[in-house]
């Protein structure tokens, strides 16, 4: 007996790595620890990201609003999503204040505007040694795509994503399933509030809250949507509002579709607003 017992103990010291390394990819919340440093390799700069592959896909919806059509076709290149919304604990490390009505260093970082969201890129990029993407042209912020650091997506780089890139065979309604509660925060399960970033499922490229908890600010200046094909859009010339996606923990279940679109001033803040970042694969 007591060999065979020895024999079970030097097996389990034998496997144990395999058990540990073994785990689900679904994200622990401790990896968001705090702002990501870059290593210099683009597969592996941080544990938050993900590579999301160009590829060409049909935007916009036929069964939608009437700004989700026509439905034509936009081709992206490749581009590193945060797999979460940017977080409280994350904004707290760049900016030093937290404007958010609900609190909690792992809940989305709210109250923000697009200008605000906007100055985060700039200053975590510069924080981390890279290239700030964003620049004042007098009273206009121009984007510079060509930098290496952090921005918003914009609406086709959010669209594309949240309908899983080239991974989805099935054109899901939501971002990751046709079933809200799966993969959303939204009124008719969210108690009323934000809640911790990644608690729901994630969609097919393994990003998170793509529907609900918070609408996500994004570049474009929101108008309407062309006919042709398109490569790498990003919005109008110009425009009052800009685009917000992905509904949120207030709304109901048809504004989380991954083809509704959103838009907010400029300045405007609420609890409902948050956004999340990308970088480019250079």
Known sequence: MR???????????????????GQSENPELGELTGVAVPSGDDAAFSANFVLVEGGTFQMGSNNGDRDEKPVHQVTVKSFYMCKYEVTQKEWVEVMGSNPSYFKGDMRPVECVSWNDAVEYCNKRSQKEGLTPVYQNSGDVIVCDFNANGYRLPTEAEWEYA??????????????????????????????????????????????????????????????????GAQTDPVGASSGSNRVARGGGWDFVAGILRSAYRGCYGLSYRSDILGFRILRPQV
């Open 162 to 227: 949240a309908k899983g890139g080239n991974k989805d065979a099935i054109m899901y309604e939501y971002s990751g399933s046709n079933s809200v509660g799966t993969v959303a925060w939204y009124d008719g399960n969210s108690g009323g509030m934000t809640h911790d970033v990644g608690t729901k499922a994630p969609n097919s490229l393994s990003v998170y809250d793509m529907s609900g908890n918070v609408w996500e600010w994004c570049w474009d200046w929101y108008g309407s949507y062309g006919i």
């Open 3 to 21: 060999v065979f017992f020895r024999f079970v103990y030097v097996m389990a010291l034998l496997f144990a790595p395999f058990f540990v390394y």
